[in-house]
């Protein structure tokens, strides 16, 4: 739906509403085979690579969330990194917007560790935070937060080298 990717000039080109209107079709047809509560939304606004871009993210999200707001889904998750890389700066964050037009559960991702989602959902910008690079590394994270345990690190050089090396193979504590 990003206007820097998108150049259709049909009914799902060009204004927010057409561009919107593609991603909304597919939730209404996800919702009508598991139920609006079985299903959630990912959105990674200030993702500008693989040629996906936009002139303003916030604008395109913010609408997005007041639609997808119809239909009581399970959760919405957003991606706005605080962690390097990609560290998103503060001046440029609009989580807590969209937090607050979004009528569901709302879930937050990006660079979190135990101290800073516990601060983030005690400040109540997420009902939800979660982990993925250090879920991949610490198959027992859970454990490891609850002991305050050290961590594995992520090894970033098999994240995407297609093989079963660094998703089963770090060690539990
Ligand atoms: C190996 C790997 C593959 C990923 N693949 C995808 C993907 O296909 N689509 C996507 O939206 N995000 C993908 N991500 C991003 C994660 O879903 C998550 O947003 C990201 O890792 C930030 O969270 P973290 O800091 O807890 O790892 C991937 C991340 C990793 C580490």
């Known amino acids: 739906m990003r206007d820097g990717s998108n150049h259709r000039t049909d009914q799902f080109g060009g204004s927010l509403h057409n561009r ?95 101290d800073k989602g516990n601060a983030t959902i005690q400040k109540s910008e997420a009902d939800l935070i979660s982990y993925g690079s250090l879920f991949l590394a610490n198959p027992d994270l859970p454990e490891r937060f609850r002991k305050n345990a050290p961590l594995n690190t992520p090894d970033i050089t098999t994240f995407y080298a297609g093989e079963e090396r660094g998703y089963i193979d770090y060690p539990a504590l």
């Open 20 to 114: 919107a209107r593609l991603p909304l079709e597919v939730v209404e047809a996800v919702i009508d085979v598991f139920g609006a509560d079985r299903v959630g939304y990912r959105i990674s606004p200030h993702f500008q690579n693989y040629s996906m871009n936009d002139s303003n993210p916030h604008e395109t999200f913010c609408y997005l969330a007041e639609e997808l707001s119809r239909f009581n889904l399970g959760f919405l998750h957003m991606i706005e990194r605080v962690g390097e890389p990609m560290r998103v700066a503060p001046g440029a964050r609009f989580a807590s917007i969209i937090r607050s037009i979004f009528n569901g559960t709302f879930i937050l991702n990006g660079g979190y560790d135990a």
